[in-house]
């Protein structure tokens, strides 16, 4: 059997699931943002550190891949719509510009002159083709793999090997240090494991002909945009029971001054 009829004979639940994960793992929600936001503190603490130990726990929460191959699907389904191409990448952009964001601030308040260029942030400031390579293989793992669930388990190597996160927080650590150096070499490795893992899904999709699919990806953005909705009613009614509470606790305080 050629490799393009083995992807193309994937199962067609399989292949709804795939496109069904990634709307809903790629939805820009509080929990991605949440996650997005702690990945990368965590890894511009681990780089200061110098502890290859804590930026490996980083990319193991650092839902950063899911709007990536997001922006994969929205490509391979743009000749019919570009919804999910523009909803994928107004997620990514919006992801990582919150991570420099923290980064940078993490890095500005926590770290010191001599923390600022450990090994672990040298090391991610001289780019080379290998890093495109690897971004490359990863993310046809990743592409792959979740067209077959079976296959979950090895996700979290996956997730370790295409590193996203802390080539981000390392030019937030350049940009706090006003290191040209690493803000340019870390920019570009961040390039190339984007351009890396965007260009092989769009490969692997194109051969699994997910292009068939866009009614899923639609129906399923409707689904998590209807469930943000009800999720802001749930808290505006939280917001409000607090506000009511706070007014009464007011009252009562009042009552019992009087009295």
Not at 92 to 113: D, N, W
Not at 119 to 127: D, G, I, K, W
Not at 183 to 191: E, F
Not at 202 to 227: C, D, G, P
């Amino acid at each position: 059997m050629s490799l393009p009829a083995r992807f193309r004979a994937l199962p067609d639940n399989d292949k709804a699931a795939l496109v069904r994960k990634l709307m809903q793992n790629g939805t820009p929600d509080f929990d991605f943002f949440y996650l997005i936001g702690l990945s990368t503190l965590m890894a511009t603490l681990g780089l200061l550190l110098d502890s290859s130990s804590i930026v490996i726990g980083s990319m193991l929460i650092a839902p950063l891949m899911y709007p990536i191959l997001g922006v994969s699907l929205g490509l391979v389904m743009m000749g019919q719509n570009f919804d999910v191409l523009q909803r994928a990448s107004t997620t990514l952009f919006k992801s990582l510009g919150v991570g420099l964001a923290l980064s940078v601030t993490a890095a500005f308040f926590f770290g010191e002159a001599s923390s600022y260029e450990t090994a672990e942030v040298m090391a991610r400031t001289v780019p080379s083709h290998l890093h495109l390579l690897v971004a490359i293989v990863a993310g046809g793992a990743v592409a792959y793999v979740l067209a077959r669930p079976e296959w979950g388990d090895t996700l979290p190597g996956v997730a370790i090997s295409v590193a996203l996160i802390p080539p981000l927080a390392s030019v937030g650590i350049g940009i706090a240090s006003f290191n040209p150096v690493v803000i340019k070499g870390a920019s570009m490795i961040l390039l190339l494991n984007l351009v890396g893992i965007i260009g092989i899904a769009v490969i692997i999709f194109l051969l699994m002909n997910l292009s068939e699919k866009q009614n899923i990806a639609e129906s399923t953005i409707k689904k998590e945009a209807e469930k943000l909705v009800k999720e802001n009613e749930a808290i505006k009614e939280v917001v409000e029971e607090i506000k009511e509470h706070s007014i009464e606790s007011k009252h009562n305080e009042k009552d019992n001054q009087k009295s």
